[in-house]
Antibody
Framework: QVQLQESGPGLVKPSETLSLTCTIS?????????WGWVRQPPGKGLEWIGN???????YYNPSLKSRVTILVDTSKNQFSLKLSSVTAADTAVYYC??????????WGQGATVTVSS | QSALTQPASVSGSPGQSITISCTGT?????????VSWYQQHPGKAPKLMVY???NRPSGVSNRFSGSKSGNTASLTISGLQAEDEADYYC??????????FGTGTKVTVL
């Protein structure tokens, strides 16, 4: 069965770039599907960040588009998130997920990222 | 990017049925049959409960059902159980190949 695991620094300084990686097990990222990121600020709701197709085509939330990059690394069976110029408002739990035409059906456990000096 | 609108909270007694609404626009909920619902327990990742408006993934109880009318989608939980107490989020495809979540609804079992 497909499993996802987020990894990356838990603390990022303001104005720097947040970087997270999602490692996939049980499935080859090169085969199919969309893969993406969702975040949840403390005590708040879910926010879709963006998706990447296995071919590398990306789709981003318009409100974050200028700061977000999602990439695929097929050699490591991973995909990554980079969010630049972070502020305290970017403090959140970041989830990676698998998206099919049946919805976001597999999720990672989440990675907590705090933006603070 | 504006979120879909959900009631902040809904409650019911064990065994009762409750319905959570999710209101959007003709550019998202009303324009596509790509509405999904997610259950999230505290400190846990969301779990897909319904996709494509009314379909349930394998393993999800048939007590959960989805529907849509116009720009509003709904999730009904019948035979409410203590384990259903959680936050619920709707999500919809939106034009320009983007996605949007609802504001979230806290379900309390009395």
């Amino acid at each position: 069965q497909v499993q996802l695991q987020e990894s990356g620094p838990g603390l990022v300084k303001p104005s720097e770039t947040l970087s997270l990686t999602c490692t996939i097990s049980g499935y080859s990222i090169s085969s199919n599907y969309f893969w993406g990121w969702v975040r949840q600020p403390p005590g708040k709701g879910l926010e879709w960040i963006g998706n990447i197709y296995h071919s590398g085509t990306t789709y981003y939330n318009p409100s974050l588009k200028s700061r977000v990059t999602i990439l695929v690394d097929t050699s490591k069976n991973q995909f990554s998130l980079k969010l630049s110029s972070v502020t305290a408002a970017d403090t959140a739990v970041y989830y990676c997920m698998k998206y099919t035409n049946s919805g976001m059906d597999v999720w990672g456990q989440g990675a907590t990222v705090t933006v603070s000096s | 990017q504006s979120a879909l609108t959900q009631p902040a909270s809904v409650s019911g007694s064990p065994g009762q049925s409750i319905t959570i609404s999710c209101t959007g626009t003709s550019s998202d909920v009303g324009g596509y049959n790509y509405v999904s619902w997610y259950q999230q327990h505290p400190g846990k990742a969301p779990k897909l409960m319904v996709y494509d408006v009314s379909n349930r993934p394998s393993g999800v109880s048939n007590r959960f059902s989805g529907s849509k009318s116009g720009n509003t989608a709904s999730l009904t939980i019948s035979g409410l159980q203590a384990e259903d107490e959680a936050d619920y989020y709707c999500s919809s495809y939106r034009s320009s190949t983007t996605y949007v979540f609802g504001t979230g609804t806290k379900v309390t079992v009395l």
